[in-house]
């Protein structure tokens, strides 16, 4: 029964360790740091944390290249430490949702430093090896192949160089993985956010990465030998999934996922195409059209989100982060967590955080951020042109630390931040916004606090309402009362009308009631109410 799950009720925090909170001032977030704000996730009243990796690391990109996928990193701290923040947790109600990433490893992983020693290593086959290169490339800029020396092959390497990825052809390594995730399940997590997991499936010969033919077989084999009599929460994330195929993940009987990370709203909501680093714009009527379709998701459940550790901000990407932070911020609060589906929170995204100006590539850390622009400069564009799209779109944005106080380093480390602190946490700051009623904060807790109180928030059905091209309004029904949620994408003052009357005002991010017969929208208003 769908109903009792407790990963549908709730509301998911992602914690990306390096940035969160330092506690031995070395200048890079670690576990006791965590340990140390449970109290804020708490008052917050998520009931879920998603940790990125904490695993053992040469960090080429910040733990999604795991060396030891039963040891913690020495930067973030220790097995100990591991415990101590899963029983922390536990008794504030969180449960830990672990990431797996086991598309691929690093290269300095046991299996892969046996398997490059020679073609007849018993872990050669652990690996993706050919003769010849084909075509596939990888995410991180050119070939998805290198050539090894040592053993005279190629390794495929959808990520970076120092990311091989695992041969998911070879049953051994399903064991092997099941163990390791069996391990974690035995100290008591609450799941899983699966990296990438699309790409299991490859078909190398083919050149098909993502979704391929046996994707979905190993996905409920792994369910059975696993997770799956738990009840935890798994999400996968899966960049080419659409509503159909996200079913297939995540319809109950089907016996695999929880849920996926679509993208689709991320990728596609422009009015023109073009790739991740073109500038292209926003198109509020794509949102929509986009959102209503995945909302009509019938066997299976849904992630809800705008922001990760590899996405920017939303209230610089299409909130207004000068005039209208703070109600842009709100406003993409309040559409998103009264859908349906269970919402995630990208930390800082609460203090309505912003992008980063990055002025010089030495200031960026990312890898993908770096390779591509070595590879735009090479192909004759300029530098100027390529540090826009990293100021627009690259995945530092998100990664500044997290804003704890307007003082030194935000109060994130007493030593040296890995990455800029950004300037503004003088003004945005979880301090700050603690002590004013009126920040993003309290609109997120306002909004989890809802999803507990009322089971409309959870089980009622979507409908998307016609309105003005800017405004994104919907009304949710659950056993016979109507909700209307109402918000303004724009800078722009906006027209709204239907036949509602607002019988109780739920949430709001202006100070006045809606009169909902005929209402002008201020910029970036968004309100909710039942309806009659
Ligand atoms: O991301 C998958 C991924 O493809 C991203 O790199 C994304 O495509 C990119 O940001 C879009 O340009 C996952 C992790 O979330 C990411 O942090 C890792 O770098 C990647 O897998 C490899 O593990």
């Known amino acids: 029964n769908m109903k009792e799950n407790w990963w549908q009720k709730t509301v998911v925090y992602q914690i990306y360790p390096r940035s969160f909170m330092d506690a031995n001032g070395d200048g890079v977030g670690d576990l006791q740091g965590i340990i140390s704000k449970l109290d ?175 994707l979905h077989e190993y996905l409920h084999e792994m369910n059975q030998a696993t997770f799956g009599q738990k009840n935890l929460l798994t999400v996968g994330e899966t960049w080419g999934a659409t ?80 005039k209208y932070r703070l109600k842009s911020a709100k406003t993409f609060a309040i559409l998103l967590h009264l859908m349906k589906g269970t919402p995630y929170i990208y930390q800082g995204e609460e203090l309505g955080m912003t992008n980063y100006s990055f002025e010089l590539i030495e200031e960026v850390n990312d890898i993908e951020s770096r390779n591509m622009f070595a590879e735009r400069l090479a192909a004759g564009h300029s530098e100027n042109e390529i540090m826009d799209s990293i100021r627009r779109v690259g995945r530092d944005n998100a990664r500044t630390p997290m804003q704890w106080t307007a003082g030194e380093n935000a109060g994130f480390t007493d030593g040296k931040p890995w990455l800029a602190v950004n300037p503004n946490h003088e003004e945005i700051n979880a301090d700050q916004a603690m002590s004013d009623p009126d920040s993003v904060f309290y609109t997120y807790q306002k909004l989890i606090e809802l999803r507990k109180q009322h089971d409309w928030v959870i089980y009622g059905d979507f409908k998307l309402i016609d309105s003005e091209a800017d405004v994104f309004a919907y009304l949710r029904t659950y056993k016979g009362k109507k909700y209307l949620v109402v918000a303004n994408l724009s800078d722009e003052e906006n027209q709204f009308k239907t036949g509602f009357v607002c019988r109780d005002l739920l949430i709001h991010n202006e100070n006045f009631l809606p009169e909902l017969s005929q209402i002008k929208l201020k910029a970036w208003e968004a309100f909710a109410c039942e309806v009659e």
């Open 40 to 214: 804020y996730l708490e008052k917050l009243g998520i009931g879920a944390i998603w940790l990125s990796p904490v695993y053992q690391s040469p960090m080429d990109d910040n733990g999604y290249d795991i060396s030891d996928y039963q040891a913690i990193a020495d930067v973030f701290g220790t097995m100990a430490d591991m415990d101590e923040l899963l029983m922390e947790a536990k008794k504030r109600n969180i449960q830990i949702v672990m990431d797996l990433v086991v598309n691929h490893t690093s290269d300095e992983h046991k299996w892969f430093v046996e398997a490059r020693k020679s073609k007849d290593n018993a872990y050669r086959d652990y690996y993706i090896w050919a003769d010849e290169p084909n075509g596939l490339q990888s995410t991180f800029s050119g070939s998805a192949w290198e050539f090894d020396e040592e053993s005279g092959q190629y390794f495929l390497h959808l990520f970076s160089k120092r990311q091989p990825d695992l041969n998911w052809g070879n049953p051994q390594v399903h064991q092997e993985v099941y163990d390791m995730m069996n391990f974690w399940i035995d100290k008591g997590i609450g799941g899983f956010r699966m990296d990438v997991i699309d790409l299991i499936g490859k078909e190398i010969d083919q050149e098909i990465t993502g979704n391929g033919p046996k």
């Open 243 to 322: 509503p159909e195929i996200a079913e297939l993940y995540s319809d109950p009987k089907r016996q695999e996922l929880s849920m996926v990370f679509q993208f689709e709203h991320i990728t596609n909501a422009y009015l023109d195409e073009g790739e991740k680093w073109d500038k292209k714009e926003f198109s509020v009527s794509k949102l929509k059209e986009i959102l209503a379709k995945w909302q009509a998701l019938e066997k299976g459940w849904n992630s809800l989100f705008w922001n990760n550790h590899d996405l920017p901000r939303i209230v610089s990407n299409w909130g207004n982060d000068g």
